[in-house]
């Protein structure tokens, strides 16, 4: 069995075949695993440009992040975020958030721990057999974006490659902004409404417990269309926008933009991954109501 794509997904799904007693074979074209619970390592410090936060509800998922609270890999992070709109900023409290002191890809290389991952190497084609690039597997999960899975089908695949082409996403760049000081009003992170470019702000050193001078900026998914081919272009108008926002002082000493082409999926209520007699399935948070990091490793496993 292959599972391609070693983001949350992928990563709960191989870990259930191995466990079922299933030959599994994990890749991801990346460097290392995490998808799209991403981090980037900014003046030595790792900074969340993926997922800003992720949320229990979910029994099974709730052990899980228990183990990992008991291990320090998650902390209890906020209930109450800030809303900023044309009438002001105003406090709303909502479930509790959690983050990682590591870094959210911290704890899909947690669940990755011994599991046979090849990363960089992308899966090519996948055919019917089902086949990846040649060579013959029991099945095939594709644990990815719909777009991406989509441009690696085989037309023959007809009910995995009209999932996969069903699906619609979102772009978002993630703009990490580290300051010479703490100087921004005391809050966790705020929903930006009806902005331009902002549509939300976190304070990532009060996410990760060090108190760290750093903001994560996502903007809107109509700001992130104009600027996917050079997002890095885009950084002087989401710096602008988040000193205005926030009321700083100074700017940012250092900018690093992250291009999410597939950030967000549309809400899809219908099941929670797609499998069929080809012996391809699909896998993600594009398969909930609520797309979220939960979402992604219930429909992995």
Same mark, same amino acid.
Not at 217 to 230: I, V
């Given at each position: ?19 079922? /007693? ?35 509800? $979910? ?27 044309? $009438? ?24 990755? $721990? /011994? ?13 019917? &057999? ?29 009910? +995995? ?7 619609? %996403? ?13 100087? %921004? ?10 902005? #331009?470019? =902002?549509? =939300? ?20 998914? @109509? ?7 050079? +997002? @890095? ?13 926030? /009321?700083? #002082?100074? #700017? ?7 291009? %999410? *082409? ?6 899809? #209520? ?13 896998? &993600? ?9 939960? *979402?992604?490793?219930? *429909?992995?496993?």
């Amino acid at each position: 069995m292959l599972v391609a794509g070693a983001g949350i997904a992928g990563v709960a799904c191989a870990g259930e075949l191995l466990r079922a /007693g299933v030959p599994v074979e994990l890749r991801d074209r990346a460097r290392v695993p995490g998808g799209r619970l991403a981090s980037r390592r900014l003046d030595g410090r790792p900074v969340d440009l993926g997922a800003a936060y992720f949320t229990v509800d $979910d029994p099974d998922f709730a052990a899980l992040v228990e183990r990992w609270r008991a291990a320090g890999l998650a902390r209890e992070w906020t209930d109450t975020f800030d809303v900023y709109g044309p $009438d002001g900023r105003r406090t709303v409290t909502g479930p509790v958030r959690w983050a990682a002191p590591g870094g959210l890809r911290s704890l899909v290389t947690d669940l990755a $721990d /011994g599991l046979p991952l090849t990363v960089e190497r992308p899966v090519r084609a996948v055919r019917p &057999g089902p086949t990846v690039d040649a060579t013959p597997y029991a099945g095939v999960a594709l644990a990815m974006p719909g777009p991406q899975a989509a441009g690696l089908l085989d037309p023959a695949l007809a009910g +995995p490659a009209r999932v996969a082409a069903a699906q619609r %996403w979102s772009p978002v760049l993630a703009v990490a902004l580290r300051f010479p000081a703490r100087r %921004w009003p005391d809050f966790h992170g705020a929903f930006v409404n009806e902005h #331009p470019v =902002l549509a =939300l702000v976190c304070d990532d050193g009060d996410r990760r417990g060090d108190d760290a001078p750093v903001l994560v900026a996502h903007t809107t998914a @109509e700001f992130a269309a104009g600027h996917l081919a050079a +997002p @890095e272009a885009a950084g002087p108008a989401v710096v602008s926008a988040t000193v205005a926002l926030l /009321g700083l #002082p100074e #700017p940012p000493e250092t900018v690093y933009v992250h291009r %999410w *082409s597939f950030a967000k999926p549309a809400p899809a #209520p219908d099941g929670t991954y797609h499998l069929d007699d080809s012996g391809v399935g699909l896998a &993600g948070d594009a398969f909930a109501d609520r797309p979220r990091v939960q *979402s992604a490793w219930r *429909s992995g496993r």
